[in-house]
């Protein structure tokens, strides 16, 4: 079974900092693309920032210059490095990986069950 686990969310207040990390466990032969996604109250889940297996990335307009997505392939972990923090990032955050499990010949898609961020004005 894959299973991720995301931490480091919280209440901060606008302009502060916040870093998330997403580690993936289970017997897992390989990640290729893992991303960061958030949904605020109400609202459609958004893409956030993606980086694939050989670290490009890609990040949505509402977060460039202020988000850094990163990961370590060798702790199967990423990471969203998170600054000048406005009221509008306000939501949960889920992790996605694209898996490729031991006992599975393809990948699938796996979710983390979310991380609350809170940014106060």
């Known amino acids: 079974q894959v299973q991720l686990v995301e931490s480091g969310g919280g209440l901060v207040q606008a302009g502060g900092s916040l870093r998330l990390s997403c580690a993936a466990s289970?017997?897992?032969?390989?990640?290729?693309?893992m991303g960061w996604y958030r949904q605020a109250p109400g609202k459609e889940r958004d893409l956030v920032a993606t980086i694939t297996n050989g670290g490009d990335t890609n990040y949505a307009d509402s977060v460039k210059g202020r988000f850094i997505i990163s990961r370590d392939n060798a702790k199967n972990t990423a990471y969203l490095q998170m600054t000048a923090l406005k009221p509008e990032d306000t939501a949960v955050y889920y992790c996605?990986?694209?898996?490729?499990?031991?006992?599975?010949?393809?990948?699938?898609?796996?979710w983390g069950q979310g991380t609350q961020v809170t940014v106060s004005s």
């Open positions: 996605h990986a694209d898996v490729r499990p031991s006992w599975l010949p393809k990948f699938y898609d796996y």
């Open positions: 289970g017997t897992i032969v390989r990640i290729e693309n």
